[in-house]
């Protein structure tokens, strides 16, 4: 039997927009809904444009934070049909969560036109509980936990035009639990997790003194958890080593920011995501199940996710040369095609709202809290609309995040 | 500040450690002289049935455990041959039942299969849940079902099967009998003294010819009651039939019959099948493919220069009264003896493909011979009196449809015959 470490102590993940991906990791990034990306000042700049770590000050910069997050539980009226003859009624709420998520970034000192920083996020991350009904069948728990080491540097072009990039450690881990109960005697109980690499990539251009031009590209990592599942049909079980690959995609950042008498800054931000990548969810097995599970645990479960666009509108006021304030919106697309909405993310399309403040508590010292609202929309599916069955009305779901952080400039 | 850069030093290499799972192994009951396959509880079952439309709210359904175990027969050439078979119990039951009246046993003998994951052991090792006639027999029933996979399938799988031979399939039920009395003796699984005996088509035949070993043999058992069910009694009468009509229902059964005869009196293959056909049996009948695949790689003509039963063979079982072929369904005949067991042939008179003439013929000729408790039980007339308001009154079920009805109506035979004596 195979140990992990036990990270999961330091790292929850949560679902804060479209499908599993968290864009936010940081106070400033939080307060912004993520249009932080073009103007970045501090030392998760890191993480959100490594090319703008060529104009930060001379100085070596750190913060440190957490996110407390609140999952409050999706809510399901209707029907769960498994043939043409056997449909019951399945309405339920799963599992509300609270989790926390920790960040770390660091930019160092510049070195001529170099300079190097390193963040440690959770750049994504799932986890959905149905403790009851016909949902635990499909997703009893499912849960994804995803944290990345980023290594990045920066290379100073001229006064005006940087380039970065980086390379991305991922380790995640993955809970799949299915429980049919009394309704289906079946039963899947599957961990795993793996260490996955990538990269990114980010360029930044300021053609004024004012204004901020920024790419960025994170690319596609395809997490193989790996491990074992215990697999039950009626009360005996038996342990297979088992896979299942679950992408963390790609991602394109284009942001320009605009700033005005150095104290008011305007951010818009496009992002486009590539989840086009998640095709099926296909779990495989070291050797041959009882075929009496292979149509509920290892026939592929087609996803067919399409590419999302978010566009996110960020704003910063520093009020005083002690406060300032910040304020975003994000309108966010969910990459789930109905037809394959399932129970273990039963995402919809969502307002995300944002505010946040940073305190600069002393020249070098500063602490800051934001908070982020994401509602999602109420969603409906109709009888032969949805490949798994479900028939019926979601609502409900979506997040509520506090971050608190210190940054520290020496 | 240093400590920040030495969270991120040490955190770092702590990233690229874990991997696999620490998730326990499911811990299995621990069985001697078997293997524990499927574990159904009583709800699953009950949930299961109901959502299948089989059963109503009311009914009682138990659990159902069954175990593979491995035993030895003796093959139709007199060798030792390592065997397999599935037991299955009820679970679920009032502790008097388990503890001190025990349960009843049922041996219920498989029709014919061609591919080996059709057999019992095979079919619940591959798939894993409850299936087939000991669902009716042990979750609706409450019987201990014993199925052998008999010679030629499960642990016997390279050994041909000898199909409708009625010693080796005798041999096979009784020696798995046997065996299933030491397993459950050694797992303590409390079994009473009453073995009941039934099977369907093939099956009914091997019951029968199980019942007729157990009778004239020293076996150390003995039977409560037999339901064979519409097997081919009158081996020699059928063989008549099949041989006298042109075209053959399911062309699979009689090769069957031809090529495990050749091989029990030695005699060529190509001497009773035609070619092509007689070069393809061995491979068609190795256990890989179902009747629904070799039925289309052979023809429906009897006989004749493209028939499956070559002409000189077919001129010679009807001119020649010592013809092998002949002697040897002759000698497999089971209808031409009397048992003391009470015995219910059950039978669909729609049946396609072995005629209730048979049972009929069975019958009359087991009370010619002094047999004083043999009945026929027509299913379709039995379900209709049961239920009239469910059957049209000119219901005829055939050999395929039949199954089903032919082991509930047996299964309440059985159980009332329990209920009689063991008192549940």
Known sequence: ?410 | MQNILKLVVVATPLLFIGCGSDLSAPTSESVKGGELLVDFSDDAMKSTLLSKGVIDENQTVYGYKAYKIPYTTTDEEGNEVKASGLFVIPTGLPSIITTKLGLSMVSDDHGTIFANAEAPSVNAKNIGTPAGSSVILTSLGGFATLQPDYIGFGDSNSHYHPFILKDSLANSTVDFIKQVKKFAADNNITLNSQLFLTGYSEGGYASMATLKKIEEEDTGLSVTMAAPMAGPYALKTMADVVLSQPKLSVPSFMANVGYAYAKAYTQPVNSIINEPYASKLPTLFNGDLTRVEIDPKLTTDTTGKTGLFEPNFVNDYFANDNNWFKEAVTSNNLHTWSPKTPVRLVHCKGDNVIPYAISQLTEGTMKSLGASDVEIIPVEQTLIAINPSKYPADLNLTHGDCGSPAYSITTAMFAEVRKKTIGY
């Open chain 1, 1 to 410: 039997m195979k140990k992990s470490i036990a990270l999961s102590i330091i790292v929850s993940s949560a679902l804060t927009a479209g499908a599993y991906k968290v864009p936010e990791q940081s106070v400033n990034s939080m307060a912004l809904g993520a249009a932080y990306v073009a103007h970045t000042d501090g030392a998760d700049t890191a993480y959100y444009n490594p090319a703008n770590m060529a104009f930060m000050g001379d100085a070596q910069f750190t913060e440190a934070g957490l996110t407390l997050v609140h999952l409050p539980s999706n809510r399901f009226q209707g029907l769960q049909a498994y043939s043409v003859n056997e449909i019951y009624p399945a309405s339920n709420k799963s599992e509300i969560e609270n989790l926390q998520i920790p960040f770390l970034h660091y930019v160092s000192n510049s070195i001529e036109q170099f300079r190097w920083g390193a963040s440690l996020s959770v750049p994504g991350g799932l986890s959905k509980e149905w403790k009851s009904g016909h949902q635990k069948l499909f997703a009893e728990e499912f849960t994804l936990k995803i944290i990345e080491f980023n290594p990045v540097a920066s290379y100073k072009l001229s006064d005006n035009f940087a380039v970065g990039g980086g390379l991305r450690f991922i380790y995640s881990e993955g809970v799949v639990k299915s429980d049919g109960g009394a309704i289906k005697p079946i039963k899947r109980d599957m961990e795993g997790d793996t260490v996955e690499y990538g990269y990114n990539l980010a360029m930044s251009y300021r053609p004024t003194s004012d204004i901020n031009m920024a790419v960025t590209y994170r690319s596609n990592i395809d997490l193989k958890e790996e491990g074992d599942a215990n697999l039950y049909l009626g009360n005996l079980g038996k342990q297979y080593s088992t896979d299942v690959t679950i992408p963390l995609p790609a991602a394109l950042n284009l942001a320009v920011s605009k700033t005005w008498q150095d104290r008011y800054t305007l951010e818009l931000n496009y992002e486009k995501t590539y989840w086009s990548e998640y095709k099926n969810l296909d779990f495989n097995y070291g050797s041959a199940i009882p075929s009496a599970l292979v149509g509920a645990f290892d026939d592929p479960k087609p996803k067919n996710w399409r590419d999302t666009d978010t566009f996110r509108v960020g704003f910063t006021a520093k009020v005083s040369p002690e406060l300032t304030l910040m304020a975003g919106y994000s309108k966010d697309e969910t990459p789930i095609p109905k037809e394959y909405v399932s129970y273990e993310l039963p995402d919809a399309d969502a307002n995300i709202y944002t505010f946040g403040f940073r305190i600069k508590a002393n020249k070098n010292l500063s602490y800051g809290f934001a908070y982020l609202r994401d509602e999602k929309e109420s969603f409906s599916l109709a009888q032969g609309e949805n490949k798994n069955g479900i028939i019926g009305k979601f609502s409900g779901g979506g997040a509520d995040l506090l971050t608190a952080g210190v940054s520290y400039k020496f």
